[in-house]
């Protein structure tokens, strides 16, 4: 008898409407795990037709801010030199970004304010820089979990106490 009902009950869950149902679930669950890319552009890239328009010795810094914008960065010594960055990332879902394109446009300027120079560097002219992995060494003690504990008891004052004139 009750194998009979067990018999039947799975005959009907496994009915046309709960396939259609459990096929749309799983669907949709396979389908959250397709890796799809984003590529994502970051930075000001000036127009090449604009930048062919750039000369040195002929232009001062307000007119090159008026051709191609506002630069991304400054030179910190001196402010002479203006970088326009750029750069184009392709992104799956969860790995980290690949750099697929970096166009760094230096311009620099000399001291009497007209364009000394200008230098296009890619992708290609980078160089990878291995960080460090040294800690500056700080000067006091470092308390630990307990000794920051016992350290704070009884420096507390009671709130609720009110304190006479």
């Given at each position: 008898m009750i194998h009979l009902f067990w018999k039947n009950?799975?005959?009907?869950?496994?009915s046309g409407t709960l396939k259609i149902?459990?096929?749309?679930?799983v669907a949709v669950f396979s389908s959250s795990c397709v890796s799809v890319s984003t590529i994502n552009t970051h930075g000001n890239l000036p127009d090449i037709?604009?930048?062919s328009q750039i000369e040195a010795g002929k232009q001062t810094k307000r007119e090159v801010a008026t051709l191609l914008g506002?630069?991304?960065?400054?030179?910190?010594?001196?402010g002479e030199v203006w970088y326009y960055i750029s750069s184009r990332q392709?992104?799956?879902?969860?790995?980290?970004?690949?750099?697929?394109?970096?166009?760094?446009?230096?311009?620099?300027?000399?001291?009497?304010?007209?364009?000394?120079?200008?230098?296009?560097y890619t992708l290609s002219d980078s160089k990878a820089v291995k960080p460090i992995s040294k800690e500056t060494p700080t000067a006091g003690h470092s308390m630990g979990l307990l000794e920051q504990f016992i350290g704070n008891i009884g420096r507390f004052e009671?709130?609720?106490?009110?304190?006479?004139l």
């Open positions: 009950n799975i005959r009907y869950l496994f149902v459990l096929f749309l679930a037709e604009r930048l506002s630069p991304s960065t400054i030179d910190t010594f001196d392709e992104r799956f879902v969860f790995y980290e970004p690949k750099e697929l394109e970096r166009n760094i446009t230096a311009i620099s300027f000399s001291k009497d304010g007209l364009i000394d120079s200008v230098k296009t009671n709130r609720n106490v009110k304190q006479g």
